[in-house]
């Protein structure tokens, strides 16, 4: 079965700072993937996703993500980070033939002003 | 431009009670997933519906869960004689009519269920 894993599940940092998010995956196949973010109090919305072609792909409000598919792995990159960024964000695989999404555990970051 | 509808957005039941989680579509999408997120957990698949079809129901709990999508109305997750471990948000994900893999699932609010 696929399996996502998405490490420091807690991130805290300042305004201006550069924000990284891990994500791995273990299928060897051909996959789709996507970040989401979840806003407090708001429903999950797709920040960006990758299906094939450029491996680096760019999202909304700044932000993008490099697929390595040599290292299993879709991270998530903002160079300057705002206090508005502060919300919990998944990454989110599916294999491709299904339409199955495999979630990570999320990662909760907080922005301090 | 209304997004995918999830109602109610919190429900409370007792044990052995039932629980009926209702979701609505994006406009046009014939095709809805249901997803539980335990706490501390990421989303985990559940059930993938199409108009009055079940097409994958590999991560539904064997018993007491079931799910339907009419060909009028919303989707229904519905469980039965719930337990407290079955106290989770539940989210409904709805995309285009292709289904393909490569559709982008649009999510719904989430019903946050809570079993005493």
């Known amino acids: 079965a696929q399996s996502v894993s998405q490490h420091n599940h807690h991130v805290i940092l300042s305004e201006a700072a550069s924000l990284e998010l891990g994500c791995n995956y273990s299928y060897g196949g051909t996959v789709n993937l996507f970040w989401y973010v979840q806003y407090p109090g708001q429903h999950l919305q797709l920040l960006l996703k990758y299906f094939s072609g450029d491996p680096l792909v760019k999202g909304i409000k700044g932000f993008e993500a490099e697929f390595i598919k040599s290292k299993f792995s879709f991270n998530l990159r903002k160079p300057s980070v705002q206090w508005s960024d502060t919300a919990e964000y998944f990454c989110?695989?599916?294999?491709?033939?299904?339409?199955?999404?495999?979630f990570g555990k999320g990662n909760q970051v907080v922005v301090i002003p | 431009n209304a997004g995918v509808m999830q109602n109610p957005r919190h429900l409370v039941r007792r044990r052995g009670q039932e629980a009926r989680l209702r979701c609505s579509p994006m406009?046009?999408?014939?095709?809805v997933y249901w997803y539980r997120q335990l706490p501390e957990e990421g989303l985990k698949f559940m059930v993938y519906l199409q108009k009055e079809n079940i097409i994958d129901e590999s991560g539904m709990p064997k018993e007491r869960f079931s799910a339907e999508f009419p060909k009028e109305g919303p989707s229904i997750l519905r469980i039965q004689q719930v337990v407290r471990g079955d106290s989770a948000a539940y989210f409904c994900?709805?995309?285009?009519?292709?289904?393909?893999?490569?559709?982008?699932?649009?999510f719904g609010p989430g019903t946050r269920l809570t079993v005493l």
């Open positions: 994900a709805s995309s285009l009519t292709q289904g393909t893999n490569t559709d982008t699932q649009y």
């Open positions: 406009k046009g999408h014939s095709h």
């Open positions: 989110a695989v599916n294999e491709g033939g299904n339409n199955r999404l495999a």
